[in-house]
């Protein structure tokens, strides 16, 4: 079945350091990909998608790109802040299995330190 | 705020006991997704409703059960509860039958003691 793997964490960094968290993923058809963040006591936000192969999601100073040839879709920030402590979530939803269901990684979370 | 409400947000009961949780979609979405966010099992789905009927099921347990109402929110009722029941339940809603993006709702914590 599909399946997502992110890096583990936790993921310590401090402010304006460069951000990088891997997301690998397996199905079976042409999935979207997601990035959704969960910040302390509260639920799950989407922070940025993509469609298709070669697509650039971003928001907030994220970024990520669907990779079909690597089935990667790695989330990089240039300059983290405090602010974005939090537990980041990649997903995928997958047309090939006949169900709009998210398929999530484990969850990463990370904290920034002033 | 994502628009999607859920009651209520902290849930705690015992073993053996029956709950029904809460969720009101975005307005104008006419599907709904339950999730359960455990330690162990991470974030799971576990149903779908579009429309007021059952689309898609995930790793539901037979003592869960959801349904989804003409005014479209949508309950899920869990029964013999067990301690490794206790988790985060999550609602999320999108617009319809392709592939939108999904909003979650803040969750309700249930403890089963």
């Known amino acids: 079945g599909d399946s997502v793997t992110q890096m583990e964490g936790p993921v310590t960094l401090s402010e304006e350091a460069f951000l990088t968290i891997n997301c690998t993923y397996t199905?079976?058809?042409?999935?979207?990909l997601f990035w959704y963040v969960q910040y302390p006591g509260e639920g799950l936000q989407l922070l940025l998608k993509?469609?298709?192969?070669?697509d650039k999601g971003s928001n907030k100073g994220f970024e990520a790109t669907y990779r079909k040839e690597t089935t990667s879709f790695h989330l990089e920030k240039g300059s983290v802040q405090v602010s974005d402590s939090a537990v980041y979530f990649c997903?995928?939803?997958?047309?090939?299995?006949?169900?709009?269901?998210?398929?999530f990684g484990q969850g990463t979370r990370l904290t920034i330190n002033p | 705020d994502s628009g999607v409400t859920q009651t209520p947000k902290h849930l705690i009961t015992a073993t053996g006991q029956r709950v029904t949780l809460r969720c009101s979609p975005r307005?104008?979405?006419?599907?709904v997704y339950w999730y359960q966010q455990s330690l162990d099992q991470g974030l799971q789905f576990l149903i779908q409703?579009?429309?007021?009927?059952?689309?898609a099921k995930g790793n539901i347990l037979e003592r869960f059960s959801a349904q989804q109402f003409p005014d479209l929110h949508s309950e899920l009722n869990l029964s013999s509860l067990e301690l490794g029941d206790s988790a985060l339940y999550f609602c999320?809603?999108?617009?319809?039958?392709?592939?939108?993006?999904?909003?979650f709702g803040p969750g309700t914590r249930l403890l089963v003691l």
């Open positions: 199905a079976t058809g042409y999935p979207s």
């Open positions: 409703y579009y429309n007021g009927e059952e689309r």
């Open positions: 993509a469609t298709k192969a070669d």
């Open positions: 997903a995928l939803s997958d047309p090939a299995q006949g169900a709009q269901k998210l398929v």
């Open positions: 999320a809603s999108s617009v319809g039958g392709s592939w939108e993006t999904q909003y």
């Open positions: 307005s104008g979405d006419l599907s």
